[in-house]
């Protein structure tokens, strides 16, 4: 069973920055492609950035390409997405998710296995 706990996430005024965290435990986190996504009230949960099991691989969401980045430290079993010129269109609640099976990364909300609770992000215009 594999623990996820996201942290870093808060209220910050528009081209602003944040860093989120999500910490891992339970499993051989060194070995699961990761993903963060994204979730606004009425929309559906989408994929803003993901990584390989080496960290070697990236995706980023077309939208946050430039401003996002996506990183892994893999002795310390957590995974980072530093968010820089925050836009209001970027506030929503942020899930961390690992992919126990699939050692490429993908996008595909419905296959990783394991989410975190969600932090929260607020970007005021």
């Known amino acids: 069973q594999v623990q996820l706990v996201e942290s870093g996430g808060g209220l910050v005024q528009a081209g602003g920055s944040l860093r989120l965290s999500c910490a891992a435990s339970?499993?051989?986190?060194?070995?699961?492609?990761m993903g963060w996504f994204r979730q606004a009230p009425g929309k559906e949960r989408d994929c803003v950035a993901a990584?390989?099991?080496?960290?070697?691989?990236?995706y980023h969401k077309e939208a946050v390409k430039g401003r996002f980045t996506i990183s892994r430290d893999n002795p310390k079993n957590t995974v980072y997405l530093q968010m820089n010129s925050l836009k209001p269109e970027d506030a929503a609640v942020y899930y961390c998710a690992a992919d126990t099976h699939i050692a490429t990364i993908h996008t595909r909300a419905g296959t990783y296995d394991y989410w975190g609770q969600g932090t929260q992000v607020t970007v005021s215009s």
């Open positions: 339970g499993g051989s986190f060194s070995r699961y492609t």
């Open positions: 990584i390989s099991w080496s960290g070697g691989i990236t």
